[in-house]
């Protein structure tokens, strides 16, 4: 628990300092990956719903704390991010790279369509076509990218964690 | 009954509902709460500072590279010595623009006499693809406030601070689709303009202007100024930018021009805050 616990802070912190600082010069047609979300999805897709959620919920408070302009905006779509991914997680094949990339993208797409959705839900925008084709597809591809990359480590990751859980049941 | 409460559904409702009341509790910027925000900004400030100074680095020797490649394809004796002298080169124009941006820091202070000039390095940029806002390295311990204007060595617009933390501040730029500057076409017979952020045009670094007054003639060139109008965030004067184009729709009610902002936003790195002596009374005051 306590492992678990520096683990998923330590990764929050590192790609969230990734995110806001380095990864601006690997922008890509004027996109960034979002790599903070592409970790919500695959925990969510490796661990279920609840550490997804949970996870998922710090990672958008993160955000919200250093950058919102609302306090606990990202941190509730992050949680819903996490838990809609750990939902497909027991029924498709858990460590599967295509299954893994399939839903990065899949939830980038939603993740980053709800984002638009309700910014400018107010201000009636009638972008939403080129908001699609120029940032949400590009981040949403770029972002599947990052997964192929991002996903065997984490699995290497949660092996560590199920040998070292299951050393500390022997004794 | 107990089971419900332990039910995944209902602790995700229970939080859904808290997140909503604190979102509503801290979009009151005078609200408490926004003081959550040291807790990470205070501690990361170092931290991305020191990252966005080595992603320049990293950025720079890359490019270094890419120069000496192209000079390979040269003779060896000249690519030696072109990469001398570019280095030489390199380092004086690093030179002649800091004289220029000292220079004209120097003008600047001349301009706004009310307003205390502060330099800040950008140490973090927005997450996502959607804001322009960015993360200056002083904050209210140094007397920025919300609202306080954001311009460019040379006098360029930038934006405005959105939030202020202890040692942070968080910059909204004036390509930001959120932002919306009043502007004054500065010319003979010119008028008041909206200039405003645009999904489109901020991958460029460009920004829109609509709202233009029919009596007013628009022209490829004309300089942009801020107006001072608006709930007075910016004062008067300060270049916003350059018309490069305007776009005339079905009417000529609809006409906007596309302007091109004094600042560069892909190449900031330092930004000067302008913080107002007086309103340090009269703001206070005020609430």
């Known amino acids: 628990m306590k492992r678990k616990f520096i683990f998923y802070s330590f990764f929050i912190l590192v790609f969230f300092l990734l995110q806001t600082t380095l990864l601006h010069y690997a922008a890509i047609l004027g996109v960034i990956p979002n790599i903070l979300i592409v970790f919500v999805i695959i925990t969510g897709l490796l661990r279920g719903n609840t550490e997804g959620g949970t996870v998922g919920f710090f990672a958008g408070l993160v955000v919200d704390l250093v950058f919102g302009s609302v306090l606990g905006f990202y941190a509730l779509l992050g949680l819903y991010l996490g838990i809609a991914a750990g939902s497909v997680s027991r029924r498709l094949f858990r460590e599967n790279l295509l299954v893994a990339v399939f839903f990065t993208f899949v939830y980038s797409v939603l993740y980053e369509s709800m984002i638009y959705i309700i910014n400018n839900i107010m201000s009636g925008s009638m972008q939403f076509w080129f908001a699609m084709t120029d940032i949400i597809l590009p981040e949403s591809i770029y972002n599947s990218i990052i997964a192929i990359l991002m996903f065997p480590l984490l699995i290497r990751a949660e092996r560590w964690f199920e040998g070292k859980e299951s050393n500390a049941r022997k004794y | ?287």
């Open chain 2, 1 to 287: 009954m107990l089971r419900i409460f332990r039910s995944k559904w209902f602790i995700v409702s229970f939080i859904t509902i808290i997140l909503l009341v604190i979102m509503g509790v801290s979009a009151n910027k005078s609200s408490k709460l926004n003081w959550l925000n040291n807790i990470l900004s205070v501690p990361m400030k170092p931290v991305q500072g020191f990252f966005t100074a080595a992603g320049r680095k990293v950025g720079d020797t890359f490019s270094f590279f890419k120069d000496i490649e192209a000079v390979r394809k040269e003779n060896d004796q000249l690519k030696t010595q072109v990469a001398g002298l570019e280095k030489e080169n390199r380092e004086l124009s690093v030179l002649k623009v800091k004289n220029e941006e000292l220079r004209q820091a120097l003008n600047l202070k001349e301009q706004f006499g009310d307003y205390t000039i502060l330099g800040a390095n950008i140490i973090a940029v927005d997450p996502g693809n959607w804001f322009n806002v960015f993360k200056i390295d002083t904050g209210s311990k140094e007397g920025v406030k919300t609202d306080a204007p954001v311009v460019t060595s040379a006098r360029g617009l930038v934006g405005r601070v959105v939030s202020s933390d202890f040692t942070t501040s968080n910059v909204q730029t004036i390509i930001d689709e959120e932002s919306a500057v009043s502007g004054w076409i500065a010319k003979a017979g010119g008028g008041h303009a909206i200039v405003r952020g645009d999904m489109q045009l901020k991958e460029k670094g460009l920004c829109k202007m609509d709202y233009i007054p029919l009596e007013v003639d628009v022209e490829v060139g004309d300089i942009i100024e801020t107006s001072g109008l608006g709930g007075g965030i910016y004062p008067k004067g300060i270049l916003i930018g350059e018309v490069i184009e305007v776009r005339k729709t079905n009417s000529e009610l609809d006409r906007y021009a596309i302007i091109k902002p004094a600042a560069d936003f892909k190449r900031l790195e330092e930004v000067y805050v302008l913080k107002n002596n007086q309103s340090d009374e009269t703001g206070s005051a005020g609430k």
